[in-house]
């Protein structure tokens, strides 16, 4: 039997009524806990769906978000502090996922780079449900070992400036009612990928496959996440993906300090004097590998000049995140100039090493990349 609190929650958002968050905690607290799978899919999708047409609020998302965390009694607040080194940032890169297009690895690749300039990064994330290679699926194909404790993998971190933390069983409860059954952006997507990091961030840079990056802002802040920048970009005001853009319209949220800052639109195209570039310069490979060929490809500096850059790009807002550039162009400068010496392919080197990994793997897709062009 489904409870009155669904009912009246699905009458409200038939008509655009007014929810009180309360009654929607529990009532999406009682789709999760259904026990028969058909009805709770449909709920779901009809809850969820329903919130987007009607307009999230930032308090909707936020009872949403501990309905959804409640399944597996989780807190952000848990989340591990690390000790850098004096004045240095640990920086994270989240994506929401749902991505309007389909594209090559960038936000690991991005890492990457930016260790490689001298940033400590890191990246909570977990194999691909849509795409053909996660960055989990990435790192373990070229022969990381991600299988390490969490406390490995900030010794990892600290040695290299480089971390890659598994969010597959932090929510296992939640996953098990929700894994592979959404694949355009929802409600959850404004925060749930955010605040699932089991290490707490100095400064984060989270995109979103969705126009309302202010939306998002405002409630990653209620998870107590103060220091963020916000980022979605498009090609045509239809399809977006949750990285900085080399093409079409990039909007960026910066928030300091909880204090969220003026909505900034870039034309990528313009501000770093790029090549007229289109979706499929940046699209992701038809097989497994070849995607990653296109990662390792930029990694050593013998990419596509599109897929180099938009890497370039995201790397360069790290570390302009990390206080190692003074602003995005800079950023990405930095990063162009680190690829030009092969460093992000040494440090994707160092990193599988340093995890005990099978280097055979990186010796298996490096000995198949296209040599530099000098």
Known sequence: MISNRITEILFRL???????????????????????????????????????????????IV????????????????????????????????????????????????LLVASSVGAYTAKPGSSSTSSITGSADFMREVGANLDLSQEEMINVLLDTGIGFFSIE??????????????YVPHALSFALAAILSPIKFDNL?????????????????????????????????????????????TKIIEMCKGGIRKLKHINSKEFFNLPQYSPIDIAQ??????????????????????????????????????NIAEDLREGYNLA?????????????LEFIERTNGEKKLFDKYYSNISKKVI
């Open 285 to 322: 490979g038809v097989s497994k590998e070849e995607n990653i060929k296109y990662a390792m490809d930029v990694l050593r500096g013998c990419g596509e000049r599109a897929r180099e850059d938009i890497v370039c790009i995201n790397a360069g807002t790290l570390l302009y995140l990390s």
């Open 205 to 249: 840079l989270y995109g979103l496959a969705h126009p309302d990056i202010e939306l998002a802002t405002k409630v990653i802040r209620e998870f107590g996440i103060n220091n963020a920048m916000v980022v979605t970009s498009t090609h045509d005001e239809l399809h977006y993906i949750d990285e900085m853009g080399a093409y079409g319209d």
């Open 14 to 60: 038939n008509i655009k009524e007014k929810i009180e968050v309360e009654v929607l905690q529990e009532a999406f607290k009682d789709i999760l806990e259904e026990a028969n799978s058909q009805t709770r899919d449909v709920l779901l999708g009809a809850l969820l769906t329903g919130i987007m047409l009607k307009g999230p609020t930032v308090n909707e």
């Open 169 to 182: 069983n932090t929510i296992p409860n939640f996953d098990k009612v929700y894994g592979g059954r959404f």
């Open 63 to 110: 009872a949403l978000l501990r309905a959804t965390l409640s399944l597996d009694s989780y807190s952000p607040e848990n989340s591990v502090k690390i000790t850098l080194p004096k004045n240095k940032l640990l920086v994270g890169a989240v994506g929401s996922g749902k991505k309007g297009i389909k594209t090559m690895n960038i936000s690991t690749c991005s």
């Open 336 to 348: 162009k100039n680190s690829i030009r010496k092969g460093k992000p392919l040494d440090k994707l």
